[in-house]
C-alpha cells in the first residue's frame, strides 16, 4: 500500500493562504500574510525573532486561530475543518517533544496511538519509520540516551506515522552539530523524494535554508517581506550576495522605516514574549 495520499490533486496547492492575521490587543504578530505552496515543495520560512513565524506556524496547525483571513492544507480550512488538517499534517515543534524515560518504539507507539493508526498496522508502520530514519538498531533503546541528532529523527518519525501529506519543520536542526544536521536533512530529502511530501520549515541558518528549500518566504515584522527560490532573492541584492545578505538587507531596511519609540517596542517586545 502506497503511503503517499492523493486527497489533494497535484494541480492544487498543497497549502494556500490569503490574508491570514492574527492580533494580540494592539499588536498585529501575523498581517495579511499570503502564500501558496506546491505540491512537493520544501518551503523555508525565515525572519528575525519575534518576526510572526511561530504564530504562523499555529494557525497553520490549528493551535491557535486566526483574527481574519483564511488558509487552506490539502483542501482543508484550517478554521471550518481543524480536524481533518491535523490528520493531514505532521508537525516537528523546536522544543523537545519525544520522551526520554521510553525507547524509541515506546515514543513511536505513542504517537500510533494519539494519530489513531489502526492497531493491526501500528507494528509494521513503526518498523518502517524507525528503520527509515537510520533508527532500527536503537529502537529498544530509552530516547533519552539517544544523541540530538537521533532525537530529531525520532521525532521526524513520529510525525510521519499517519502518512501526512504536509509535514512542518520547526527548526529541525537547532542545536546539533554539522554531522548530526546533515543526517537530519538527508532523511528529510529522502521522504520528499520517495514520498512527494511538503514541506514547510523555518530555520535561522541561512546555509541550510539555501541549500535544501526550494523557495523562501521572509517575514519581518508579521509581514511578508520577499518570496522566492534562494537565487532569486539573493540576485535582488547583487552579485556574490549570500542569503545572510538578503535577510539583512531586507530586514534593516524596514527597521528603518518602520522604527518606533521606547514604548513602542516596549510593547511590541511585551506582546511577543506573551504571545510567540
Not at 488558509?71 to 505532521?90: K, L, S
Not at 541558518?205 to 526550494?214: A, G, K, T, W
Not at 532569486?232 to 549570500?242: H, I
Request: charged fraction near 25%.
Amino acid at each position: 500500500m502506497s503511503e503517499q495520499n492523493s486527497n489533494a490533486s497535484p494541480a492544487e496547492p498543497a497549502v494556500r493562504i490569503s490574508e491570514l492575521t492574527r492580533r494580540f490587543g494592539d499588536l498585529t504578530a501575523v498581517d495579511r500574510v499570503s502564500l501558496s505552496i506546491a505540491t512537493g515543495e520544501i518551503f523555508g520560512l525565515i525572519g528575525p525573532n519575534g518576526a510572526g513565524k511561530s504564530t504562523l506556524i499555529r494557525m497553520l496547525t490549528t493551535l491557535l486561530s486566526p483574527t481574519s483571513g483564511t488558509a487552506t492544507i490539502a483542501g482543508h480550512d484550517i478554521v471550518n475543518e481543524p480536524a481533518e488538517v491535523r490528520r493531514h499534517i505532521g508537525y516537528v515543534p523546536q522544543l523537545l517533544s519525544a520522551d526520554g524515560s521510553l525507547t524509541g518504539y515506546e515514543n513511536m507507539l505513542l504517537s500510533a496511538r494519539l494519530y489513531g493508526v489502526p492497531r493491526a498496522e501500528r507494528k509494521q508502520r513503526i518498523e518502517r519509520a524507525l528503520a527509515r530514519m537510520g533508527l532500527a538498531e536503537a529502537a529498544h533503546h530509552l530516547a533519552g540516551h539517544y544523541s540530538g541528532g537521533m532525537i530529531r529523527r525520532l521525532e521526524i518519525a513520529q510525525s510521519l506515522l499517519h502518512r501526512p501529506e504536509v509535514l512542518i519543520l520547526d527548526e529541525p536542526t537547532v542545536g546539533l552539530d554539522p554531522a548530526a544536521r546533515d543526517t537530519v536533512w538527508e532523511r528529510v530529502l529522502e521522504l520528499r523524494s520517495r514520498f512527494h511530501r511538503t514541506m514547510i520549515v523555518t530555520s535561522h541558518l541561512m546555509n541550510e535554508v539555501d541549500q535544501f528549500c526550494d523557495r523562501i518566504a521572509l517575514i519581518d515584522r508579521g509581514r511578508i517581506v520577499a518570496v522566492g527560490t534562494p537565487a532569486e532573492l539573493k540576485a535582488r541584492v547583487g552579485p556574490g550576495a549570500t542569503l545572510d545578505d538578503v535577510f539583512i538587507r531586507l530586514v534593516a531596511a524596514r527597521e528603518e522605516e518602520q522604527e518606533g519609540g521606547y514604548g513602542e517596542v516596549r510593547r511590541a517586545r511585551r506582546a511577543i514574549r506573551d504571545h510567540g
